[in-house]
């Protein structure tokens, strides 16, 4: 027979332990229900015999199919019979494992991740131990505990002994909300509260016939200790994000500054060839010649300038608005900044495999103070940032010509902006889809 599984991180002792006796009273019912149809095909059975016998007589005397076919019914009857009893011997069967495990559960035995299951040798002798500690506590043994000693009645003695049962109820609620708040995540508060609550209402059931019970007031502080250690996991994930997002940027950081120096040492050294091309035809007096090979190394001196500003002025770089149509749907883009000498480096960085489509470009816009563009473009769309809690992800509810109109007011007019995306890829993969879909 199917059973039910639940997940490890959701289910209580109390939820296991109500699953199966509910299971073991349904098993019941039908092992009653084909009792009472066992009991009416036999006396079925007995009055097709009786019949069975009386037209044996008379078949005997003067033969007949009818005979037959009455035995045949007879024969059905006995098969249908058996059929239930081993139906009825397998469910009966089934009980005592049931009812082990729902004495296993109450008594808070549920299987748990150890440690040694990772280990194959100790599988073994991990199962047995557990197996052994089952026993144990399914017998009563696990508790030495006298069923004959007869309670105190003095007001003194009951009033201690209520006391104690008090403080072991509250430390083994104590224990089980330990072990909630350990796991608690960002995302799973509340069904941490309820794990909480259902711990306190398994406990008072156990005590109930000495009136003892988890109080409203404590269940509540326990809640708020609960509430708190979610916001403390919640600050660490937003942690742990800001410092992903800062590597990054230091990343970027770092790799811009080792394009321009591979840049500036590249053309420190077409330079120094220009030079001794030139050094050479000056000798020759070819007047045409000479005015080429200067005008290149204006060039390059031009770009030696152009890198070394780039380098001292951290704040000089490319603006950039991107999307991606088949990722994130129309209305969202992506405003950032990069120092990269080619900007495009950093747009196909973004669209790495994490993506399912490379990102369309509607502008790269060159500033000196980019680091401002780009800030006061993220102030304008404040309100309809994707990510409130995190705002080094940068991505906005906004159309490219709603950018597109912020970006000339705070830059002046820009030369090249793309409104549209190409999405090439998107488009093209919907109507593959649509093809096969006819097919």
Known sequence: MTQQHYPADSVSPAMVAEHFTSLARKKNDVILKMAEEIVSLNQELERLRGHNEHLQMFMDSHGGAEVWEQDKAMSFAKARVDELNAQKSSLIAEIPELENKFVTLTLGLEDFAHPATSYTELKTDLRELRSEMKTLSSSGLAVDADENELLPTAAGKVKQLKKNIARLALRCFNAEVENIIKSVTAKNVQSSADKIGKAADAI???????DISISYEYQRLKGQELEIAGQVEQAREIEKEEQR?????LREQAQAEAEMEAKKKALLKERKHFENVLARIQATGDSERIAEIQAELE???AGIADVDYRKANTRAGYVYVISNIGSFGQRMVKIGMTRRLDPMDRV???GDASVPFGFDV???FFTEDAVDVEHQLHEAFAKQRVNRVNLRREFFYATPAEVHAALDSIAGDVLEFNEEAEAEQYYTSLQIAEADSKV
């Open 348 to 350: 196909r960085e973004l």
């Open 299 to 301: 060039q390059i001196d």
């Open 362 to 364: 509607h502008a790269l």
């Open 204 to 210: 008072s059931r156990l005590t109930k016939p000495l």
């Open 245 to 249: 997002a800062m590597r990054e940027a």
